[in-house]
């Protein structure tokens, strides 16, 4: 059972970074797609960027340019790099592993994926 914790998340003005991580515990990162995912109150859960077993990276249109996705398969850990926080990034921030290929677009798609972290929080302010 693959068990995912994320951390870093917390308050900053706009313009400002933050970084996130995600520890992996009971499976193998070099191994599995993992994606960052973010849902804010009342809006439907978004994909943000995915990095695949090769190391190539999918990120969404709002990621691209300011956000980056990244591993490291010796400590277990998925990280995502944010700059530039607009007060649009304010969200939950959830990481995800165990994806189910399917057709376009599944890397995107929550319900491909079977295992979620408990989420961070992102608040940026204007």
């Known amino acids: 059972q693959v068990q995912l914790v994320e951390s870093g998340g917390g308050s900053v003005q706009a313009g400002g970074s933050l970084r996130l991580s995600c520890a992996a515990s009971g499976g193998t990162i070099s191994m599995s797609p993992m994606t960052w995912f973010r849902q804010a109150p009342g809006k439907e859960r978004e994909g943000v960027a995915c990095?695949?077993?090769?190391?190539?990276?999918i990120s969404s249109d709002p990621a691209k340019g300011r956000f980056t996705i990244s591993k490291d398969n010796a400590k277990n850990t998925l990280y995502l790099q944010m700059n530039s926080l607009k007060p649009e990034d304010t969200a939950m921030y959830y990481c995800?592993?165990?994806?189910?290929?399917?057709?376009?677009?599944?890397?995107?798609?929550?319900?491909?994926?079977?295992?979620w972290g408990q989420g961070t929080q992102v608040t940026v302010s204007s």
């Open positions: 995800a592993t165990g994806a189910a290929r399917g057709t376009a677009g599944w890397w995107f798609r929550p319900s491909a994926y079977s295992y």
């Open positions: 990095i695949f077993n090769d190391g190539s990276i």
